[in-house]
């Protein structure tokens, strides 16, 4: 069966504990987010939460932002990640092209993400797929 991309639209019992699996292999420092976290992001108009299925069992997921800035639409994609068993075998490429292609259909001007330089398969990917590499520097604030 081949994996289907789908927008998640509810928070079921198989998609919390996906993150549950799905979190860890993302980041070793934020804990899986809970059904209200998840729920929040799936009725959020400025998230859409796109998922990898592989018939019932979820094998990745995707955050794609959506906002409105003076200079025009943008999105930003967030927390990309695909599970162990699932890798290279395209299901980030597919979910980043779902990603993408609502993005455009949102009017967006442009679509961003970062990737830390460790993470050399998905660095490959995104230029693969047309993301060009910026020279910028990126900024955090610990809150």
Request: proline share 6%; net charge neutral.
């Amino acid at each position: 069966m081949p994996i289907e991309i789908v927008e998640c639209d509810e928070v079921t019992d198989e998609v919390v504990t996906a993150f549950h699996r799905l979190t860890p292999q993302l980041s070793s420092s934020n804990p899986p987010p809970g059904r209200a976290q998840l729920a929040e992001i799936v009725a959020s108009p400025a998230t859409r939460l796109f998922l990898a299925m592989d018939g019932d069992r979820v094998v990745g997921s995707l955050t794609l932002a959506l906002f409105r800035i003076p200079t025009g639409r943008r999105a930003w994609i967030e927390d990309v990640v695909v599970d162990e068993g699932a890798r290279r075998k395209g299901v980030a490429e597919a979910l980043n092209r779902a990603a993408i292609d609502r993005a455009r259909d949102a009017g967006a001007v442009s679509v961003d993400l970062t990737s830390r330089p460790s993470r050399e398969a998905a660095n490959r990917l995104y230029k693969r797929i047309g993301f060009e590499q910026r020279e910028t520097n990126v900024y955090r604030f610990p809150l």
